[in-house]
C-alpha cells in the first residue's frame, strides 16, 4: 500500500515561492497512479490543486501558471513547486496518489484519490 510523506511547507511573504516534495513507498510505477496535491484552508473544504500522470498535468485555475507539478520517480518523489505566493494560498498541503490515470475531473473531489499524505503547513503573508 502506498505511504506518502510531504515536506518542504514554511512561512512566506506574498510573492515568494516554495517548493513542497512528496516521498513515496509502496509504488512501483510512478506511471501507474495519478499524483497529485490537494489543500485546505482553515474552516474551508480540501481543494484540488494539481495532478500529473504520463498524459501531462491538470491544475485548478487559482494555481494554473504559478505552480508547477513535477515527479522524480528516481527518488520516489514528486513535487509542487509554488511560485507568486498570495495569502490566500496559505493552506494545509496534501500530496495524493490513486491508481490509473488523472481524468480531467479528479480535482473537483477529494474522494478521487485512495492515498494521502499527513499534509504540511503552508502560510503567506501579506
Known amino acids: 500500500q502506498p505511504q506518502l510523506r510531504e515536506s518542504g511547507g514554511g512561512s512566506v511573504q506574498a510573492g515568494g515561492s516554495l517548493k513542497l516534495s512528496c516521498s513515496v513507498t509502496g509504488i512501483k510505477r510512478f506511471s501507474d497512479y495519478c499524483l497529485g496535491w490537494f489543500r485546505q484552508a482553515p474552516g474551508k473544504e480540501r481543494t484540488g490543486v494539481a495532478d500529473?500522470?504520463?498524459?501531462?498535468?491538470h491544475y485548478a485555475d487559482s494555481v494554473a501558471g504559478r505552480f508547477t507539478i513535477s515527479q522524480d520517480p528516481a527518488k520516489d518523489m514528486f513535487f509542487l513547486q509554488m511560485n507568486r505566493l498570495q495569502p490566500e494560498d496559505t493552506a494545509m498541503y496534501y500530496c495524493?496518489?490513486?491508481?490509473?490515470?488523472?481524468?480531467?475531473?479528479?480535482?473537483?473531489?477529494?474522494?478521487?484519490?485512495?492515498?494521502w499524505g499527513q499534509g504540511t503547513q503552508v502560510t503567506v503573508s501579506a
Open positions: 495524493v496518489a490513486t491508481e490509473g490515470y488523472c481524468y480531467s475531473t479528479y480535482l473537483e473531489s477529494e474522494r478521487n484519490y485512495k492515498f
Open positions: 500529473l500522470d504520463p498524459f501531462g498535468p
